[in-house]
């Protein structure tokens, strides 16, 4: 069965630092994997996927994925935190056996401080 | 237009109630989901709808009723509930053709409390 895994709650860290959120992916055949942001209060936004090509990912707002088969890893980054990227951050993996379903990671609360 | 609608933004209803959210998108996408999702938890998937079709419906109870009326829109009736349905109730929808590799477009949600 496909899962993932997102072994921080919580990640703290200074505006202007890198940052990483982690993820760690267990799928049988190829991994389709996202990144989703939400605000508070607010639906699901896409953020960047892994389908095949590149390990690393760019996407919005800054962020990039890196993608990891031998460490079943795709681990969120951005050279530069903004206050404004305090969000909760779910990876995600699509289930390939059916296609619709899509497996969320329990969530990375992301909070930067000014 | 990569937008997801839903209306209406917050619903509060009592155990007897009747009531129905709806969601909308105009990017020509053939399959539309409904999620639930509880503070600070991943949202849970409760039924997807293909090509107007009922694809998955993970066990939901009866008490949730989704309708399809075309491929723009998806309603979800909810009659009877109980206060532990309170949640955000977030609309997806993706093309619809290559599934695995889509990515899906997310409502705002609508924000129920069940009292």
């Known amino acids: 069965a496909q899962s993932v895994a997102q072994p921080e709650d919580q990640v703290n860290v200074a505006e202007g630092n890198p940052l990483t959120v982690k993820c760690t992916y267990s799928?049988?055949?190829?991994?389709?994997l996202f990144w989703y942001v939400q605000y508070p209060n607010r639906g699901l936004q896409f953020l960047l996927k892994?389908?095949?090509?590149?390990?690393l990912v760019k996407g919005s707002y800054g962020f990039e994925a890196e993608f990891n088969k031998s460490q079943t890893s795709f681990h969120l980054k951005k050279p530069s935190a903004l206050v404004s990227d305090s969000a909760l951050y779910f990876c995600a993996v699509r289930d390939n056996a059916g296609g619709f379903k899509t497996i969320f990671g329990a969530g990375t609360r992301l909070f930067v401080k000014a | 237009d990569t937008e997801v609608t839903q209306t209406p933004k917050h619903l509060v209803m009592g155990m007897t109630n009747k009531k129905s959210l709806k969601c909308e998108q105009h990017m020509g996408h053939r399959a539309m989901y409904w999620y639930k999702q509880k503070a600070k938890k991943p949202p849970e998937l409760m039924f997807v709808?293909?090509?107007?079709?009922?694809?998955i419906n993970e066990s939901v109870p009866s008490r949730f009723s989704p309708e399809c009326p075309n491929s723009s829109l998806l309603n979800l009736h909810l009659h009877a509930l109980q206060p532990e349905d309170s949640a955000l109730y977030l609309c997806?929808?993706?093309?619809?053709?290559?599934?695995?590799?889509?990515?899906?477009?997310f409502g705002p949600g609508t924000r129920l409390l069940v009292l």
């Open positions: 892994y389908i095949t090509g590149d390990n």
């Open positions: 709808y293909s090509y107007e079709k009922l694809s």
């Open positions: 799928v049988s055949g190829n991994p389709y």
């Open positions: 997806a929808s993706s093309l619809g053709l290559a599934m695995y590799q889509e990515t899906q477009y």
